[in-house]
């Protein structure tokens, strides 16, 4: 289940599951977005982006939708595994900018 | 991809002492970064750190709080100065590839005032 608050701080879900982890943004200018993957202990780690020419990308495993009418970016899990179990950060880039603003974040547990 | 090392990894500090945390860099890169990310939070990017010139510090953040150097493309310290409780976080290295936008970060420093 989830856990619900403004930014879904959490989310549980079983192995083999499909996960979703959504992401608002307020800068109606960016045009660059990132996924991070933050496992305990570790500094984030890159996992997919997408331009703003863009409401759709593909990777293994993992998808990245963009709806930039309502501001709105989403990472798609498929077929999710105990080794996914992480912090998921969204973060933004405008205009070129090497530095991303990051997102809350959402806390990923996978049960087996 | 570059990889980067920080050290210490963690630490116990007194509150009013400072701790250097350093970064180290596998490869030559331009962009240097340090980031706060307090309990449970998100990153907050504390400045930029520049080869040659003063670091360029966020609003919220000061040099004399976070002192930090870049003596060269490789290498960057960060000073967590005069030290309390509310400096109690995870500090994070980061570097940026000019080509691919792509951002690498070191493992962190999970720093402990008492």
């Known amino acids: 289940g989830e856990s619900v608050g403004l930014h879904l701080p959490t989310l549980s879900v079983q192995e083999g599951d499909n996960s979703i982890i959504n992401c608002a943004y307020s800068n109606s200018a960016s045009d660059y977005f990132i996924w991070y993957k933050q496992e305990s202990g570790k500094g984030p780690q890159f996992i997919i982006d997408?331009?703003?020419?863009?409401d759709k990308r593909q990777g293994q495993r993992v998808t990245v939708l963009l709806n930039k009418t309502v501001k709105h970016l989403s990472l798609q899990i498929a077929a999710t595994q105990p080794g996914d179990s992480a912090v998921y950060f969204c973060a933004e880039t405008t205009g070129g900018s090497y530095i991303p603003t990051f997102g809350r974040g959402t806390s990923l547990i996978v049960h087996p | 991809s570059a990889v980067i090392s920080q050290k210490p990894s963690r630490d116990i500090c007194q509150r009013g002492t400072s701790l250097t945390i350093q970064c180290q860099v596998d490869?030559?890169?331009?962009?240097m970064f340090w980031y706060r990310q307090q309990p449970g939070q998100s990153l907050t990017l504390i400045a930029t750190?520049?080869?040659?010139?003063?670091?360029?510090?966020e609003s919220g953040f000061v040099i004399d709080k976070f002192p930090i150097s870049r003596p060269n493309l490789t290498f960057s310290t960060l000073t967590v100065s005069n030290m309390s409780p509310e400096d109690s976080s995870i500090y994070l290295c980061?570097?940026?590839?000019?080509?691919?936008?792509?951002?690498?970060f070191g493992q962190g420093t999970r720093l402990t005032v008492v």
């Open positions: 980061s570097v940026e590839d000019a080509s691919s936008f792509e951002a690498f």
């Open positions: 750190a520049n080869q040659g010139s003063e670091a360029t510090y």
């Open positions: 997408i331009r703003s020419n863009m």
């Open positions: 490869s030559q890169v331009t962009m």
